[in-house]
């Protein structure tokens, strides 16, 4: 039996032979574990909820088939027997298979063992641990963290209430203070203790409580305690009682009524002191709201760099972390905490002077930072805004609750905090509160900010609560696993909020956005293009200055019509008016990158690093345009950098081991990156690495069974995936191997669903059909069938393949040549390959070296000297 310890940093102890390395080895393998294991309710689990889980930034395939290798890694560490099925749709561990410290504290306390519960709490569950790109399973971590801690506190108390009653005195106080740290800062549990220890006898210790609490509050907050709070420590000053209290009796020992009052409805329940005037704070909290879901999801990586950037802050302009808020309502309105962060991010990131990191980074940077706050963590931060927030749903609104606190991020010192909730009722309050909020951090920052182009808005986007709660719902789907499922809801909910509110301008941008996706990401209805060009076009109409609007704009462009002029006209006005969005910044560098202006890339690309330093896909691109510009050696440290941070990052793994084989031709160390990403990465599985790896070797065997899916009609297309399908990749491996028939039948089954798809679906994007087209020309000249083969290599090279796309465009120029071997054309091979080695391109002298394909042409003098002169 595996014996789990998760309360706490997480511990493994296995038993006949158990491989826990396995086990830890992957962070989702852990996290999967444990909450198979502790979740409740203690039953099977749907895997469409694991996956959603663990792995929303996979497709839906793709998932199930991480999901089904990480469940595999589990049940070789556990043996037979310990994962338990039910049907396709339902898995779980085996109760005999798996020992927890978390399921034994919970029955300790429901059996009132409560000394026995509290020695198994070590600490919050699964302290310092994080899984990333798993946003579903940090908000249940961050739920059941602060579930346990609060069944911790309450078992301390009653503790502490029967030591209290025996007459223990130093036993009593002992468990008090401890179960009311485990919740503090908060007012009810300081109320609490400090009744309890005068009833105790000792006023000393309440009055020191109280004082010890004032002076952290006013350090850390530059706020006091509330009148009831202060009303009660002056009570206990003035009690002329004497200040013992063993002999007492022990109904007099108990914690008074109110106090038991508030223990028992939990301190989320008690209303905490709103500080300074209520208008006031009314003010504040409803500008902390007014920035929730504008923040797009760009993903970057650490760069540590602190220079002047192409956006034009000074080079000491402060950076400012904004922390995700912890939820601390119920988990089921995570979302709207989520969406509390995203709106502060927002607005302070339109302002100039001030370098704001949110999004991924601020998701590592809390991660973190579970020790010392002062340390910088990789992101270079001055200052960090951090907090919780809950989100209470009622019949005419709703209730909110917000605690922040912006501190030094070198030293740890607080600068500022409130502690403000309020009854919203209506978008205006809510909104407004958001604003209040980013204009107070900046004030406490005494920054000196230019004026900025456009002046951040303290307008309501919509008058409708309802269709706000809407759109925050809709993003929320489009956060989790790309599956056609969430998508369709995604657009569900939105379609909605615009119904409710028509002139909602940031839901029709998303809606937009979410359009546009739906056929990008998970290959929906083509129709989807025309939907979110008439969203885009009405949001652009009730906002023209909307950013989001311009953004999803331009990615419309970029996706549905490849149309790049006008997509960077929107993508430079949506950067224009939001200075400090990563994600514009990024797509701007898509743009340079399609139309291979390489410099610009990566200048955009290294922009967007600063902005968001701990996400990777902008730190991937940049080295993707490295690598492309054949610059090997940055890509490869950039590459480096993003797995030494993002251990699972398949993109990195991929582009890296053949970036081995681009620049030395070696073999030996891509294979160690392609092993590396079968032990770490859940999406090793879609590689098709291993087939090329095999193939340079000239192991044609082995790179046959490199092709087996593993998993039924798993197909894949990462990148360096040139040869268009695994029928053609077969049928150039027989062919080599000397097996002519079995060739010529994989040649014409490749032909067959090539010609299938560009007659059924006749694709638009010239993409997708000059890809097709190079496929079928290796096909018909496999097949020897020229004159069919020279007419889709003429169609590919008519259309100027490196202008229609700078990366792909050089794949299709592959096909061309190869295409021309098999004709046994060999000059106009060797023109396209030359050709190829003066551009960008995933090709170099080492890899057509290595590559058999080209065997035909090594007698040649000019294909001599070409891969020769280019080492």
Known sequence: ???????????????NGQDVDALTRQPKRTALLAYLTIARPRALHRRDKLLALFWPELDEPHARNALSQALYVLRSALGDGAIVTRGDDEVGIASDAVRSDVSEFEAALDAGRQQDALQLYRGDLLDGFFVSSAPEFERWLEAERARLRQRASEGGWTLARSKAKSGDVLEAERHARWAASLLLPDETQLRQLMTFLHDLGDRSAAVRAYDDFARKFADEYDLQPSTETQALATKIRQDARPNVGIGRPAEAQQPSADASREAAIGPESVKPPILGTRRRWSRTLIAVVMLVGITGFAIAFDHNARGANQLGDPPDAPRLVVLPLTNLGPPENAYFAAGVSDEITTRLAMLRGLNVVGGAAAQRYKAAATGEKSRPYGVGADYFLEGTASWLPAPEGGHIRVRLQLANARDGTALWGAIVEEDIGETTKLFALYSSIAQRVVDQLDLVLETPRHSVSTTSPTTSLEAYNDYLRGRDYMRRTSTAVNWSAALQMLERAVQRDTSFALAFALLASAHTEAVWQVGMNLAHYDSAKAAGERALRLDPNLPEAHTYMGAYYYSCCEDYERAMWHLTRSQAIRPGDAQAVMRIGNVHKRQGRWAESIRDYEAAAKLDPLARWPQNNLAHA????RRYDDAERTFRRVLAYEPQDIFAYAHLAWLLVLRDGDIKSARAIVRDAARSSDGYAEMRLPYYLELLDRKYDAALAALTPPEPGLTASLLNE????????????????????????????????????????????RRVQLWLRGGLAIAYAGLGRRADAMKQVDFVLASDPLKVDAIEGPKYLQHVALAYLLLEDRARAIDVLERLLSVGAPVSSQSLRLEPFWDALRSEPRFVRMVGANR
């Open 722 to 765: 040139w040869l268009v399908s695994d029928e053609i990749r077969r049928a150039l491996v027989l062919r080599l191997r000397g097996d002519s028939t079995a060739a010529h039948a994989q040649f014409d089954s490749a032909r067959a669903e090539l010609e299938s798809v560009l007659r059924d679906q006749s694709p638009e994007s």
């Open 626 to 629: 490295q690598m492309w510009s």
């Open 1 to 15: 039996m595996l014996e789990l310890r998760l309360l706490g940093p997480a511990q493994f102890a296995g038993s």
